[in-house]
């Protein structure tokens, strides 16, 4: 059976936000993660927070320098959501009063931004704003990809996925190495990471060859949920039409292109599974009277093609402003998305949005159970967010005890 979540047009009005701010928001932790320390120092007090209003209006350069002040102005305020900038040589509160040349962005975590928008062109189980358990399966493989990506080729160990709240979701890495990229470094990185950056369903993706061992581990990593994912549950191709304009284009060779066609005419309506099929039946018909050479070049292309066809319909498709400059803005954890009421809570590979509690279930289960938090169904997430909090904090304090030693050691 497959969960199907459908944005309402009813979100959380203003005086639910008020409740979930009252009650509900982890602010220590959220400041904690922030600070990398329990106690107040310059990574909060420095750190850009800007607020987003119903009324449309939208406040930035705001900064906190308690956990208190941080939890009563986002309580005073009672924002939409609210979303997270870098951390400044001075604080953003202060913008107002310097010039634009004084006050520079210092770090922030890297983040990325992926988002079911960027499958559409694959995905047939569900449109628009509706997600479900099938389709979500792009999410979880792009987080796959993306976090061996950051263990094994950039070292990153402190990172977490967020729930975006509706149809994506956003990784935060909060490595000090990672915090401390500049905004060329950033591009570097998104560079690496953006193989497909226009998922045109026209236009063949021709990578190039050999494929980076980046690119030979994601296509190990994917190739086998290509045939359940994309060939049997989602079946972009099963409509000729779709298939002549999707599929083909990504072949190398024209005239079993024009075989393809004529053939998926005279047998319309075959489903991509057969198609995919039918690709290396009517090659091998096509050239069997080729030469052994000929041959085994042309079905070496053809299995770059097939290749590429995977990657361009599975690879994960970053949000390339989201990643390149320190200066951005996210949304915070925790935040109730505005259209769905569903809390933005941390989430694993494993996660579906069906998973994600929504505000108006916390307030039935709080009034339920006395206002005790740790028996609604926010508190595992709350208990995992803190984990992580906890494990960047640890870091956070070894590797400055560290720096302190090579101080003294070269003094």
């Known amino acids: 059976m497959t969960t199907q979540t459908v944005v309402s047009g009813n979100g959380p009005s203003a005086t639910d936000m008020q409740y979930y701010y009252q009650h509900l928001y982890p602010f220590k932790s959220i400041f904690q993660w922030l600070n990398h320390s329990p106690k107040p120092g310059r990574d909060m007090m420095h750190r850009e ?67 079911m928008d960027d499958y559409d062109a694959y995905r047939t189980c569900c449109s628009g704003a509706s997600v479900c358990s099938k389709c979500w399966k792009f999410i979880s493989l792009a987080m796959k990809i993306i976090n061996v ?53 026209d236009k063949r993706l021709n990578l190039k060859r050999p494929y980076h061992p980046h690119l030979i581990r994601s296509l190990e990593c994917l190739k086998p949920f290509f045939v359940e994912v994309i060939l049997r549950e989602q079946n972009p191709w099963e409509n000729d039409d779709m298939a002549i304009q999707g599929l083909l284009p990504g072949l190398h060779d024209k005239v079993l292109i024009e075989i393809l066609k004529k053939h998926w005419k005279a047998h319309p309506n075959r489903t991509s599974e057969q198609k995919w099929t039918d690709i290396d039946s009517l ?70 949005p069906s998973h994600a509690p929504k505000l108006i279930q916390l307030q039935r289960e709080m009034e339920s159970n006395e206002n005790q938090i740790e028996k609604t169904s926010l508190q595992p997430f709350l208990d995992q967010f803190q984990q992580f909090v906890n494990q960047v904090m640890k870091k956070e304090l070894v590797g400055a005890k560290r720096e302190r030693e090579e101080v003294i050691t070269n003094f």
């Open 283 to 352: 090659a091998t018909s096509q050239i069997k009277h080729s030469s052994p050479l000929k041959r085994s070049d042309y079905f070496n292309r053809l299995r770059e093609c097939k290749e590429d066809l995977v990657l361009a319909t599975l690879y994960p498709k970053l949000d390339v402003e989201v990643t390149k400059q320190t200066i951005h803005l996210l949304k915070a954890p925790f935040c109730i998305h505005p259209a769905t009421g569903n809390v933005c809570v941390p989430i694993t590979e494993s996660f579906t």
């Open 149 to 201: 990506a950051l263990e094994e080729d950039f070292g990153y160990t402190d990172y977490i996925w967020i729930f975006s709240g509706r149809r994506g979701a956003h990784c935060w890495v909060a490595d000090r190495r990672a915090r401390q990229l500049s905004d060329l470094q950033r591009r570097s990185v998104l560079d690496y990471m953006n193989v497909v950056r226009d998922r045109n369903v």
């Open 49 to 115: 927070l800007a607020m987003a209003f119903r009324s449309g209006a939208y406040k930035r350069y705001n900064s906190f320098d308690s956990v208190q002040e941080f939890k009563a102005q986002i309580q005073r305020s009672n924002p939409d959501r609210f979303e997270i900038g870098a951390v400044y040589n001075k604080p953003p509160r202060q913008m107002d009063s310097l010039l634009k040349a004084d006050i520079k962005a210092l770090e922030k975590e890297v983040v990325f931004d992926i988002d």
